[in-house]
């Protein structure tokens, strides 16, 4: 059966096996310790080896697999990118390092970049050789996009920007930005908006961790004080970065979720293996939660597979999803804590997987767009109801 439960065809059948036997035979020899490694609250696991791993996805053609062949990704359907996805995840190969290049600026550049944007970064995308970070949150602009206002002004053939980005997820590992400012004095709100890429190495850039409630810092601070970058690398118009920032968190919200659901799924299963262990699993009110997490991840995967399929996976349908996944896991995270009863409260030198999920997951409905924002979208664009007031 294939992904969205009918029959699959026998080049999906063909791609699945090669997935599955290629990733079989590669994560082994030095591959074999990074697997089950890295992911949201987990990033600082092992990062030179999974980066190494990255690179061996790359260079066996396992990276950018729905980007078309002239950008030179190999264009396989979007059932096969869910295939992989799927095989990836159950595979229990490590979180990959290029997430952010790969599945949002590559896209970003392929719809809305210059054939010489193209040239110049989706190789090195591709190839792992550069690696990404976004720059959309602020601290009066975080749920608020529109309320952005880090500054960029062309002086002397070059972008110079000012201002403060935060929450920017590995911007201490990245070698590029892309980066939403304001390049039209006065404006306000969507307009005057402009999608530039900046390089994070160089003076005028300078990244603060932040301590998260985990005691890693996968998020930062990033603060632009004459960061300059080429008059060229403004994607799209100036002016219409609002439309290309919005394409981006499309692209966000795409085929990759099947396979965080694989993630999910094996995350529910080990707590039910735990609940059964510890014997928590015969109180009826946990039994009944561990069951309602089984059919509302099944209900997020048959939605997310019709969305797919159908091609409206952007827009206010990707608010849905995102409201179904982030409260799902958060409240899998507070699960867990519940069949781990007191020992759940006791830790050592360290977070256990458990405890890192339940504080980790309180983030999840904060970044990429609150549940309130999401709510917000769906309402006003969806339901037609009356605007939020705005101060």
Not at 71 to 93: C, D, K, M, P
Request: aromatic share 8%; charged share 25%.
């Amino acid at each position: 059966m294939g992904a969205g439960g009918h029959l699959e065809s026998a080049a999906d059948v063909a791609f699945r096996h090669e997935v599955r036997d290629w990733l079989h035979t590669n994560l082994a020899g030095e591959f074999t310790e990074v697997r089950g490694h890295g992911g949201p609250g987990r990033e600082h696991e092992m990062f030179e080896q999974r980066l190494a791993w990255n690179k061996h996805l790359a260079a066996a053609g396992w990276t950018c697999l729905g980007w078309p062949v002239q950008h030179g990704g190999r264009g396989v359907t979007t059932n096969q990118q869910v295939i992989f996805h799927e095989e990836y995840a159950r595979s229990g190969a490590p979180s990959k390092v290029n997430h952010l290049g790969e599945e949002l600026l590559g896209p970003t550049l392929i719809a809305f970049g210059t054939p010489e944007q193209q040239a110049r970064f989706l190789p090195r995308i591709r190839a792992v050789d550069e690696l990404w970070c976004q720059g959309y949150s602020e601290p009066g602009a975080g749920s608020d996009l529109a309320a952005v206002s880090t500054t960029a002004r062309l002086v002397d053939g070059e972008w110079t920007i000012n201002g403060q980005k935060v929450w920017t997820s590995l911007a201490h590992l990245a070698d590029w930005c892309f980066v939403l400012a304001r390049t039209e004095p006065g404006s306000s709100r969507h307009h005057g908006l402009s999608y530039l890429l900046v390089p994070m190495h160089q003076d005028g850039v300078e990244v603060r961790p932040i301590r998260q409630l985990t005691g890693t810092s996968e998020f930062n601070e990033v603060f632009f004080d004459g960061a300059r970058t080429d008059a060229d690398l403004v994607v799209g118009a100036v002016g219409d970065g609002w439309r290309v920032a919005m394409g981006t968190l499309g692209f966000e919200r795409g085929v990759a979720t099947l396979g965080q659901q694989v993630g999910f799924r094996r995350e529910l299963d080990a707590l039910a293996d735990l609940a059964r262990d510890n014997g928590s699993v015969g109180d009826p009110a946990i039994r009944e939660r561990l069951a309602r997490a089984y059919v509302e991840l099944e209900v997020m995967r048959a939605h997310a597979l019709r969305t797919l399929e159908s091609g409206s996976g952007t827009g206010t349908t990707a608010s849905v999803a995102k409201l179904l996944w982030t409260r799902w896991h958060r409240a899998l995270g507070e699960l867990a804590m519940d069949v781990r009863g007191a020992a759940g409260l006791v830790c050592g030198d360290d977070l256990d997987a458990w405890q890192r999920l339940f504080l980790f997951s309180r983030a999840d409905t904060i970044y990429g767009g609150s549940d309130e924002v999401q709510r917000n979208i769906i309402a006003e664009r969806t339901l037609g109801l009356p605007r939020e007031a705005r101060a």
